[in-house]
């Protein structure tokens, strides 16, 4: 990454000050990138939590919706099947 330098208009700062001026503008470009790699990593990890969640309500969804036909028609059958036993313990005991 190229470090900003001083406009031409700006006279060049005299020893050691020159130095201090290029350690403060690295130590600025420096610091920039690490605010930028720290927003980088919490967005990235924001989406990472909102994909995760957004994954796990459709697996959900899917998986309610797979099984609650087959629930559904069981419900059914055992309903129809106590009903029945129920029919012909009466017709037994009649």
Not at 26 to 48: C, F, G, H, Y
Not at 79 to 93: G, T
Request: hydrophobic share 45%.
């Amino acid at each position: 990454m190229d470090i900003p330098t001083v406009p031409a208009i700006a006279a060049p700062l005299p020893p050691p000050f020159d130095q201090v001026q290029s350690h403060l503008s690295a130590a600025i470009v420096s610091a920039v990138d690490q605010a930028m790699n720290n927003t980088l990593d919490v967005n990235l990890e924001k989406m990472r939590t909102q994909l995760a969640n957004e994954l796990t309500v459709a697996i959900n969804v899917a998986v309610n919706k797979t099984l609650k036909n087959p629930l559904d028609e069981w419900e059914k059958d055992r309903k129809s099947m106590a009903w029945r036993l129920r029919n012909i313990e009466a017709a037994h005991q009649a």
